[in-house]
């Protein structure tokens, strides 16, 4: 892919200096005359002042679905990442050149859009809601998803939790829409060298993430976003173990299925999650 332009949205800016140390030419949404992208109302800003130089080009964009970390410099919720892909993708279908004539008099160019264009999503949006649990209730995976399909050429997911085993995601796929990037087992390696595991025990803490990656685990039960039982046993006496999890919100389950597996075996020799 060395011969694709990289656009990082703003879940992805802080990749940009492994991608240049990789030799890729690397672009970004800029800021407004506050230095900030957003507005004081809190519309997102989004503008890609070098579109030019994606002119005729293959665009990677990519982002991260998924809402900021407390300790970021501006907050983005989820939807905000999710509209500003769509408005970035917008902005390469559709870009123009800008010339300012006047006061509030402007003229613009119609540009070239580059030849092709792939979005990368490290994080799919809206996981939780990937299909309907109760009557009534939203898709919000499946109509973002095909909302920003509709802007690219093909989609990129790391280890999304709808997988192609979903209906909406087969058709996607069957569209040449949905490509998915596996990484578990290296970091599952990476793990194990970090915490010096030479042998260890792969677990996951719920149903959900025992049938996506074939391992043992416990059951769980959640009555809400923070409250959840955990029940099952497993037997790692003396033994290292590694917790494996799917889609993570709170933290809550991963901490509850260390809690168990130390309940389990009060003497582990070690455990990461």
Request: charged residues 25%.
């Amino acid at each position: 892919m060395s011969d694709f332009r990289v656009l990082l949205a703003s879940g992805a800016e802080h990749l940009r200096q492994r991608f240049e140390e990789l030799g890729y030419q690397v672009y970004s949404s800029d800021t407004n005359f506050d230095g900030t992208h957003f507005f004081p109302n809190s519309d997102l800003y989004v503008r890609i002042a070098q579109v030019r130089e994606l002119e005729n080009q293959r665009v990677a964009v990519i982002q991260s679905c998924t809402g900021s970390s407390p300790a970021a410099k501006e907050f983005y919720s989820t939807s905000d990442r999710v509209q500003e892909l769509m408005l970035l993708l917008d902005i390469l279908k559709h870009p123009v050149e800008v010339k300012k004539l006047g006061h509030k008099e402007y003229e613009t160019k119609p540009l070239s859009p580059p030849s092709s264009i792939d979005v990368v999503l490290t994080h799919q949006p809206f996981s939780l809601q990937d299909k309907a649990f109760r009557t009534g209730e939203a898709v919000s995976s499946r109509s973002v998803m095909r909302s920003i399909a509709r802007l690219c050429d093909r989609l990129w997911f790391v280890e999304p939790l709808a997988d192609v085993d979903v209906p909406w995601v087969e058709e996607l796929a069957d569209k040449g829409k949905y490509e998915v990037i596996r990484i578990t087992q290296e970091l599952i390696g990476h793990a194990a060298a970090i915490f010096g595991f030479d042998d260890y025990v792969l677990t996951a803490p719920d149903e959900g993430a025992q049938r996506r990656f074939n391992v043992p685990g416990f059951s769980k039960r959640r009555s809400d976003s923070f409250t959840i039982d955990m029940h099952g046993e497993l037997d790692v006496a003396g033994k290292n173990v590694i917790v494996l999890d799917d889609l993570t919100k709170t933290g809550t389950t991963l901490i509850r299925a260390a809690s168990s597996a130390r309940h389990t075996n009060p003497r582990p020799r070690g455990e990461a999650t």
